[in-house]
């Protein structure tokens, strides 16, 4: 390292916190904090060795500055962001790009440049007078061909506390691989805080990604999806560098199925935002490997997946005793929580929107001082908890976890999962006839209704190809090919379903209990195994009632009626079309770079479902093709 920056550094860390970092031993961290610690001027320095003391002097400093308070069960605390900082930052979020560079008009860039120039004055002395915490990270398991470094400087403690629940430590894992690891970094700032330990600066929220750096910038936000780095910035970093790489870098979870005899099948699942994507990954019988990003390699002919976390920030929302049995009991047991943006009671209880019992009349919530019925400046009543209100926790507090969360050479994937919030079109459950058609039809063409999850309106059918839309860092086009090209040489790919939660009935209420969704995933992992069969539609094959009826009964206890399968599997062939032709439109004009195939295998789709509507009408009953062979 050159005498300069050592002594620079010097200057800035304490002899304590300098000495771990020299221990990594590598110049180009040692040349990034330095710079960065210039520009953004802390007025202490913290570096985390990976230590329990380490690990507690971040917790406590989250308490100490009020970033985070104690709740009443040991280890549960609550923060709070700005009212107006509750989601992803959609617009300020963007990719940097040098002139020339086009990633299609569904990913939102900036002049690379420019948006360089900007951050960079946003960030000058945005620390001053506060500690910097310097973390390092391992994204995916340790010693794995899998996993990224990666390290992070951030102001917030609260962040940092996230990330040491979420995330791998990764310091021993910078000094193994020496100074030549290839590793991401992560600057971070909160900016300035009001009384109640929220940004104020919002105007000045930026969240940039630099692929040319590896590089991600966040400032004047707390909102976990825009200053949790390792998350879905880093997210974007990943997706740039499998790209070259060969590998893929999903929003899914990941979970094993039990089959029979003892057989446990692994499955990767997306979902948008707020989609049932942590309610999937922690359903009753099953095992949690995890819940949000996953990178996929193949390897010896086979599909293999890791979680990139170890913990989940999940949606509360909703979560209650009969519905989410593992979260409930995890959230009522001491450990190390961070609830955001729910209601706390002058009990230090907490509740929010959809948990069993009364909604306490009073107590505090990311609006402030909260009562039922309390109004924001726009006449909109407040709920007690934000729809996106978040838990931060790690996987090993849960019971379901799976064995092989932190395995180097990941599990083998059987099955994949699309699925989106959609009233009217999609089956609950349906497998597509093969890897290129499921990418097509499922994954590149999924749709889902807006949530709360990112800021802006709600309720709007929105085209979100893999669920991983709001994520990519190259063009749309070019990783529908990627995904295309990655798994169809297999031999035995994965196999592709979609599911649908959501569907509604003609009377607007939806048709499936929230528990069903057990049953789809046990007849999956039958189908996985071809274990049963299925009836083929033009859209995919669907499960045949007797098979449901059995798995109803062994896994719910339920006795399902015919008359519901039919509602439930009735292809309806004129929302069928209705989607098809929005997709294609979109693919046509919003997809500057769509591979050929797309059209063609969408075309041959829409060809099948016309020579059926001339057969059997607009909604065809699943009985009605039990025995049919299949056209087209
Ligand atoms: C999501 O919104 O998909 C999340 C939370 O998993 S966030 O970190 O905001 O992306
Ligand atoms: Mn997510």
Known sequence: ?????????????????????????????????????????????????????????????????????????????????????????????????????????????????????????????????????????????????????CIQISDSSCVAHSEIILYRPGYKEFIKRGPNARFF??????????????????????????????????????????????????????????????????????????????????????FPSLCGKTSTAMLEGETVVGDDIAYLHKKSGEVRAVNVEKGVFGIIQGVNSKDDPFLWKAFHSPGEIIFSNVLVTPERHVHWIGKDGEVPPK???????????????????????HPNARLTIALDMFE???????????????????????????????????????????????????????????GIREFNPMSNLDFLSIPVGKYIQINLDFARDLKKPPKIFSVNYFLKGKDGKFLNEKTDKRVWYK???????????????????????????????????????????????????SENLAKIDRIIDIYKTKVHDTPQIVFEVLEAERRRLLDYQKKYGHYIEPDALAHHPRIG
């Open 400 to 458: 379901n976890l799976d064995p092989r969360l932190n395995d180097p050479a990941g599990v083998v994937v059987g099955g994949m999962v699309y699925g989106g919030r959609d009233s009217d079109t999609w089956v609950p459950v349906e497998e597509s006839f093969d890897w290129t058609h499921g990418i097509i039809t499922k994954g590149a063409s999924l749709e889902s209704e807006t949530t709360a999850a990112t800021l802006g309106k709600e």
């Open 185 to 270: 970094k992560v600057v971070h700032s909160q900016g300035e805080l009001d009384e109640r330990k929220t940004c104020k600066n919002l105007d000045k929220r930026r969240i940039y990604i630099d692929l040319e750096e590896n590089i991600v910038y966040s400032t004047n936000t707390q909102y976990g999806g825009n200053s949790i780095g390792l998350k879905k910035l880093a997210m974007r970093l990943a997706i740039h560098l499998g790209s070259k790489e060969g590998w893929l870098t999903e929003h899914m979870l990941v979970m094993g199925i039990h089959g029979p005899k003892g057989r446990v099948t692994y499955f990767t699942g997306a």
């Open 523 to 573: 007849w999956m992992e039958l189908r996985v195994h071809n274990e049963i069969e299925a009836i083929e539609t033009p859209v995919g094959r669907i499960p045949r009632y007797e098979d449901l009826k059995k798995l109803f009964k062994e896994v719910l206890n339920k006795n399902y009626k015919k008359e519901d399968y039919i509602e439930q599997f009735t292809i309806r062939i």
């Open 1 to 149: 390292m050159t005498e300069d920056i050592a002594e620079r550094l010097k200057e800035r860390i304490d002899r304590n916190s300098l000495d771990k970092l020299m221990e990594v031993n590598n110049t180009s961290i040692c040349k990034f904090i330095s710079q960065y610690i210039e520009l953004c001027n802390p007025n202490k320095v913290f570096v985390c060795a990976d230590t329990p003391q380490d690990f507690n002097y971040i917790r406590e400093s989250a308490l100490r500055s009020g970033e985070e308070r104690k709740l009443e069960i040991p280890g549960h605390t609550i923060h709070f962001d700005n009212y107006y900082d509750q989601g992803r930052d959609k617009k300020n979020t963007g990719i940097l790009v040098p002139p020339g560079v086009n990633l299609g008009k569904s990913i939102e860039t900036k002049e690379r440049a420019k948006a360089l120039e900007e951050i960079h004055e946003i960030l000058k002395d945005i620390m001053k007078g506060k500690e910097a915490f310097i973390c390092f990270f391992c994204l995916g398991p340790i010693e794995s061909e899998f996993s990224i470094p």
């Open 363 to 385: 107590g505090e919530n990311h609006s402030g001082e909260w009562w039922i019925g309390k109004e924001d400046k726009d006449g909109k009543e407040i709920l007690c908890s």
